[in-house]
């Protein structure tokens, strides 16, 4: 089976940094996604990693250690837009999410 | 906009009634899903169609009924829902299994 772990909720101040920890157990692994999603709308895509290490997209950078189960996202120069809910999904041949980190990010 | 496109947004169905939603994707992909989305628990993988092929059925109850007549177009067909099944329904699509997935923006269901 699967099992995804994020925390569930993290605050902070505009302009700060923010890494949301995403710890996984799952049967197969073929990369690992990031997921915005904003009250009421879609999930939107931000970032996948399938090697280990850190893929950087501008404010959003993303780790993987596989041999750890472990992935951050980090969200650096926090700004109001950037609260949001933080999914971090495992593929497996299949989508699997972990049950989202709301961020609310104060001024 | 990503895309991919879900009708209805909202719809309050008694547990007696029949509906369905649709889904529409005009990205050329091959990959359709449907998502439950409940209340402060992860997104829950419901149906695969892979080229217009169920390819997984999540262990869903037979209330919830998908059909895929093209590899644009996926509906979820409801019939005698239960008030637990109230929650947001994600279709989502993407070129192959291995690549990011494009989501809709929901159909919110209400069971009453």
């Known amino acids: 089976g699967q099992n995804i772990d994020q925390p569930t909720e993290m605050t902070a101040t505009e302009g700060a940094i923010v890494q949301i920890n995403c710890t996984y157990q799952?049967?197969?692994?073929?990369?690992l996604f990031w997921y915005q999603q904003h009250a009421g709308e879609a999930p939107t895509f931000l970032s996948y990693?399938?090697?280990?290490g850190l893929e950087e997209k501008g404010r959003f950078s993303s780790f993987l250690s596989r041999s750890k189960g472990y992935s951050y996202l980090l969200l650096k120069e926090l700004q109001m837009k950037d609260s949001a809910s933080y999914l971090c999904?495992?593929?497996?041949?299949?989508?699997?999410f972990g049950a989202g980190t709301t961020v609310t990010v104060r001024a | 906009e990503t895309g991919v496109t879900q009708t209805p947004r909202h719809l309050v169905m008694g547990m007696t009634n029949k509906k369905s939603l649709k889904c529409e994707q005009h990205?050329?992909?091959?990959?359709m899903y449907w998502y439950k989305q409940s209340a402060k628990k992860p997104l829950e993988l419901m149906f695969v169609?892979?080229?217009?092929?169920?390819?997984e059925n999540n262990s869903v109850p037979s209330r919830f009924s998908p059909e895929c007549p093209n590899s644009s177009h996926l509906f979820l067909h409801l019939h005698t829902l239960q008030p637990e099944d109230s929650a947001l329904y994600l279709c989502?699509?993407?070129?192959?299994?291995?690549?990011?997935?494009?989501f809709g923006q929901g159909t919110r269901l209400t069971v009453v």
């Open positions: 989502a699509s993407s070129h192959g299994r291995n690549t990011e997935a494009f």
């Open positions: 799952t049967s197969g692994f073929n990369g």
């Open positions: 990693n399938v090697l280990d």
């Open positions: 999904a495992v593929n497996d041949y299949k989508l699997s």
């Open positions: 990205l050329g992909h091959n990959a």
């Open positions: 169609y892979n080229f217009k092929e169920q390819t």
